[in-house]
């Protein structure tokens, strides 16, 4: 069975292009992005690393590192970097794991069904699903998403989904469907209508269970 929400990720030794990690603490008191991609030198892939690469800013804001694993080695990660760097017109400043074992492919169930390794694999071999876990301070498990091979993803969505994450941990509330920050948020089930207006002041009903509030300050 594969990784379920709130359980505590795998903790991992692990070379990287930047040196080795140890990898619950690494990820120290941040939050914490793990991406996986089939290998180095491939079409998508390199688009997905750029867009990460030009998100720098935005992951920092968020006290959020990212780190990306492919099963090739840590020098071909450092060769391929240049790539990632020409075409995305920014630095690639996170480190990428060297899973050749495919210990951390494993350890996270990235793979797919009936993947196979051999000699030289192919990146149709050893493909490492797209996968993406979004990762507490507490180290654990908040959000997931799995793309096939051959779709790239979508790092706003990403990036949404971690503001929603901090949101709703930092305010208790929870958000509604394409939310977006600065828009309003859902009232939880378990907070009482009086409660509710103590909390957060003046919301809307629009049903008895479909509470929403402009985002408390």
Known sequence: ?????????????????????????????????????PKDFTPVCTTEFSAVAQLADEWAKRNTKVIGVSVDSAEDHRKWKGDIEKFGN??????IIADTDLAVSKAFDMLPAGYYLPDNPTPADSQTVRSVFIIAPDKTLKLSMTYP???????????????????????NVATPADWTPGADVVIPLAVSDAEAREKYGEYTTHFPYLRTVKLPA
């Open 149 to 171: 091979m051959n779709v790239g993803r979508n790092f706003a969505e990403v990036l949404r989904a971690l503001d929603a994450l901090q949101t709703a941990e930092q305010k």
């Open 1 to 37: 069975m594969g990784l379920r929400i709130n359980d505590i990720v795998p903790d991992f030794t692990a070379e990287t292009d930047q040196g080795p990690i140890q990898f619950h603490d690494w990820i120290g008191d941040s939050w914490a992005i793990l991406f996986s991609h």
């Open 90 to 95: 920014t630095s690639a400043s996170f480190p």
